[in-house]
């Protein structure tokens, strides 16, 4: 079995307790305007031009031979859907301005990087899965989280819960803790904002919530100015976490500008024309204000 990983981040601290090894798999049902990790939308892979390292050479456009790189005004364009030889063409750049976004994997060589961090583990750390949603690839995911366990590994995952809740079952007795976005309370504003109802992510809310394992579960959400950090989405949403469990961990995320800088990567647009700043404390404070006047108890603010 293969997964396609755009990313194993080690030495990390924001993605559950301790020092953590998170694994980002790729793919993605959601298209949030404001996604932290674009390269992880699509389960396709493709190549990604870093124009920084570049030394114009014209290697590149000397092996193309379908029309995937184009040179304009001096700078090289890529059309990544074009029919490449991509790995050869990335191997003969000297410059390395050239990478895929993504490798493809065995469970095994991912547990290989997951080990090289496993004496830290023993200090609270462990492996969490990202993307993307990694329950997209969810039997590669599953896999890993078994081989996790069977190693005594502490497990984690972040996830958009738009998923099937047979999968959730599958996954759940591997899993020591759980992240699980929900953006938008209101489904016509979930739409408009990534691209799906969030229906299915509601009904897995209140599985999860329900479970034996709900005191393992933290709720997230994104606090993306003029779409999200809205008075009435987070108490909408406090108000409907509570009526399910009102103990329930709820963590309010500040705004990340540092996306910003992937968008060109993949040839999208940001969704701020003016990038946003972080939220001050206060700020953060406040939107924890909402979410208790919406009846939850136990709020959390990453800042």
Known sequence: MRGKVFDIRRFSTHDGDGIRTTVFLKGCPLSCVWC????????????????????????CRKKSTAGGIQIEDGR????????????????????????MDSREMTVEEVMKEIRKDKVFYRYGGGVTLSGGEPLLQWEFALELLRQCKKEGIHTAIETSLHVKQEVLREVLPYLDRFFADFKLENEE??????????????????????S?????????TPMIPEMTAAKE?????????SRIYPDVSYEILNYNPLAEAKYHLIDR????????????????????????????RHVIIES
């Open 269 to 296: 647009e940001y969704c701020f024309e003016e990038n946003p700043k972080l939220y001050p404390k206060e700020q953060m404070e406040q939107f924890s204000s909402w979410a208790q006047k919406g009846g939850v």
């Open 76 to 99: 090289i364009h890529l059309e990544p859907a074009a029919a490449e030889n991509w790995e050869e063409i990335i191997d003969w750049c000297p410059a390395g301005a050239l990478e």
């Open 36 to 59: 932290q990790n674009p390269e992880g939308i699509s389960l396709a892979r493709r190549p990604l031009y870093f124009e920084n390292r570049c030394i114009h050479c014209g290697t």
């Open 212 to 220: 034996e394992k709900k005191d393992a579960v933290i709720i997230r």
């Open 189 to 210: 504003l979930h739409k408009k904002y990534t691209g799906v109802s969030n229906e299915k992510i509601r009904d897995n809310l209140r599985f999860l919530l329900e």
């Open 233 to 241: 989405n987070v108490e909408a949403i406090g108000c409907f976490l």
